[in-house]
């Protein structure tokens, strides 16, 4: 059984999407660990629930990304963290974690990328008026929304409200996500799909 960690920094949608599929018998993963840049996040609360222990950290209080990167990799190593998926990790990552777990940590993003990367993609994507909107799944780099593309899902934005988009691209993010992590944790080869 795989270990993995979640990274999140606010509701934690997808982290909970993530931990109910690793409870289904044909998993290969378990999360043995939150890490939240937000003390007060409702993810800690999810997280308590399931018994998933939490490292939650407020970055004031330390001198600078790298000593809290050490903390992270020192708390995922003692768990015994094979593979990292951010989600709604609202932090870039520098070199102490990346070289860490190098090609294992991915992230979601909900846009088509190399599209509207960065907050509000959402938003972004509506205002710029596309008429095709999506999901991606991607490892992870020094560079924010840029590493290599894992997976992508898409949906025609014609007639649909702004709530609606949203409900879809969560509704898709909370199917796709966990559904990669397994494929990636069984070796299977990357996607790059649309449709
Ligand atoms: C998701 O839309 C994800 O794609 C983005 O941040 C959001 C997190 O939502 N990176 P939640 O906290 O999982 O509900």
Do not use: W
């Not at 997280?47 to 004031?60: G, Q, Y």
């Not at 974690?97 to 909900?110: D, G």
């Amino acid at each position: 059984m795989n270990k993995i960690a979640v990274f999140a920094s606010g509701n934690g949608s997808n982290f909970e999407a993530i931990v109910q599929e690793s409870l289904k018998k044909d998993s290969t993963y378990q999360v043995v660990l939150l890490v939240c840049d937000h003390l007060d996040a409702y993810v800690t609360v999810r997280a308590c629930k399931h018994n998933i222990p939490v490292f939650a950290f407020d970055p004031k209080n330390y001198a600078d990304k790298q000593s809290y990167e050490q903390l992270i990799v020192n708390m995922c190593r003692s768990y015994g963290v094979q593979f990292i998926a951010l989600a709604g990790y609202m932090r870039l990552l520098e070199k102490t974690l990346l070289n860490a777990y190098q090609n294992k940590i991915i992230n979601i993003h909900p846009s088509l990328l190399p599209a509207f990367k960065g907050k509000n993609a959402i938003e972004q994507a509506i205002e710029y008026g596309v008429k095709v909107i999506g999901v991606s799944i991607h490892y992870v780099n020094l560079e924010m929304d840029a590493g290599e593309i894992i997976a992508q899902e898409c949906f025609s934005t014609v007639g649909l409200k702004k709530e609606d988009i949203e409900i879809k691209i969560h509704q898709i993010e909370h199917q796709m996500y966990p559904q990669i992590i397994n494929k990636l944790l069984k070796g299977e080869k990357n996607e790059k799909s649309v449709g």
